[in-house]
């Protein structure tokens, strides 16, 4: 009598592509579904993303995470086009395949043998962040899309790259259940970002969304937590962290572009937001 085992083939999960694109102005692009967990990350610009139920603005600073089989349009603003990164996570790639298709990644849902959604935080919705949730996985996305752009990656990295990944949204994922990103909101930050050198106060605000004033203040409160007022400052202190790694110019003109009364009240509100001047900061964090 003979019995029939079948083996089990063992299976991880993998990243298969890591990468960033810059948008032309008013750039579009179409895919889906998508074999793939996705980490989108916008780094600089603005445009639109939508997904199979929603339609999202990405500005820099936030972070999207896109489920198994997502369907996906992108829509660049056609001035200040977007540029983004995005890493592809397969959660079950099967071990034995012999060498990983390195890029390849399913964007129109073809079938890729040993692929597969296995297990994944993600459920099957969209999660949008802001960067000061999710400022470790821009970090860890950043890391990731270095080591695919320097050279190919070996099997063993794309595989410990997508455990750390995985294992942050995870966490993340348990601290908050991400709301819906009001549509008022959105356009008042899109706003706020645009004219951070201007006088923001709660009349103008008001003007932008043609609603009283009161109503921009519960609006901003409900999603935020905070004053308008303050919710403006740290959009500012936002943008500063963002300039300061990225050049060289003086902190007096820079305070002068972010909307601040001289360089001093510039220092005092980044200090009091970060815990260390802004100096001390972009000594730490400047782009070589």
Excluded at 46 to 72: C, F, K, N
Excluded at 73 to 80: C, F, G, H, I, P
Excluded at 191 to 200: F, G, K, P, S, T
Aim: charged share 25%; hydrophobic share 40%; proline share 5%.
């Amino acid at each position: 009598m003979y019995i029939q085992v079948r083996m089990q083939r063992r299976s991880s999960p993998i990243v298969l592509r890591a990468n960033h694109f810059q948008f032309g102005p008013g750039e579009q692009h179409s895919f889906g579904p998508v074999k793939s967990c996705m980490q989108l990350w916008c780094r600089a610009g603005r445009g639109v993303v939508s997904t199979a139920d929603t339609e999202l603005e990405l500005v820099a600073g936030r972070v999207l995470l896109l489920p198994w089989g997502h369907r996906i349009r992108y829509e660049a603003n056609k001035r200040k086009p977007f540029l983004v990164s995005g890493v592809h996570i397969v959660p079950a790639a099967a071990h034995g395949l012999g060498r990983i298709p390195f890029g390849q990644v399913s964007h129109h849902g073809e079938n890729v043998p040993g692929m597969t959604e296995g297990q994944h935080s993600l459920g099957h919705e969209a999660h949008l962040f802001e960067e000061r949730e999710a400022s470790t996985l821009a970090h860890l996305g950043d890391y990731i899309v270095s080591v695919f752009t320097r050279s190919e990656p070996v099997e063993e990295e794309q595989r410990l790259l997508a455990r750390l990944l995985l294992h942050e949204w995870r966490l993340l994922l348990r601290q908050k259940s991400v709301p819906r990103a009001s549509p008022d909101l959105g356009l008042l930050e899109l706003y706020v970002r645009d004219h951070l050198e201007a006088r923001l106060d709660l009349a103008t605000l008001s003007r932008v969304l043609e609603v009283s004033p009161s109503s921009v203040h519960r609006l901003v409160r409900r999603a935020s937590g905070l004053s308008p007022a303050a919710w403006v400052q740290r959009l500012r202190i936002e943008e500063a962290r963002r300039r300061l790694a990225g050049n060289r110019r003086g902190l007096a003109e820079l305070a002068t572009n972010l909307g601040f009364c001289d360089e001093f009240h510039f220092s005092r509100v980044f200090k009091r937001h970060t815990g260390e001047t802004p100096r001390a900061w972009r000594a730490r964090h400047s782009l070589l």
